[in-house]
């Protein structure tokens, strides 16, 4: 249901939010996580894009979690590297084009109930609750 870019993205945010007063250098989030600094360096840039993270350059610089990102919920993460398609799961358990409650497929009821707590999930965790 989620990206590899966007669980790694969610581990950034993580790690950023469990050190909010700190700016840490990309070669210290890369040491956390494990993500290759190539990688992670694009995974940056679209947080910084997106308003989740600031950068500074120079001594001292590093990345930091923007103040308001806190409150933002992970679906907004989701959407920047998955699509809202991804953040807004209406498909077909088995692929089926035409799977709704009138021609359901033998999956529709019990998908529809990890659809819906999926998006629960997603709309509910804020940023700031990934530092537990």
């Known amino acids: ?10 581990h950034v945010l993580a790690i950023l939010a469990a050190r909010p007063a700190d700016r840490l250098r ?5 040491s956390a996580t494990g993500i290759p600094v190539n990688y ?3 995974i940056l840039n679209q947080l910084r894009k997106a308003g989740l993270v600031e950068s500074r350059k120079g001594w001292g610089g590093g990345f930091q979690l923007q103040a308001e ?4 919920p992970i679906r907004d993460v989701l959407v920047v590297f998955d699509g809202l398609e991804s953040a807004d799961r209406h498909d077909c358990a088995l ?7 009138e021609h359901p497929c ?6 529809a109930g990890v659809r819906d707590g999926f998006t629960r999930m997603i709309t509910a965790t804020k940023v700031a609750d990934l530092a537990q």
Not at 1 to 10: C, D, E, P, Q, V
Not at 69 to 72: I, M, P, V, Y
Not at 95 to 100: M, Q, S
């Open 1 to 10: 249901m989620i990206s590899r870019t966007a669980r790694y993205a969610l």
């Open 26 to 30: 990309g070669e210290e989030i890369a």
């Open 40 to 42: 992670l360096s694009k």
């Open 69 to 72: 990102a806190g409150q933002r």
């Open 95 to 101: 692929g089926r084009t035409a799977c709704d409650n």
């Open 106 to 111: 033998a999956m529709h009821d019990e998908w």
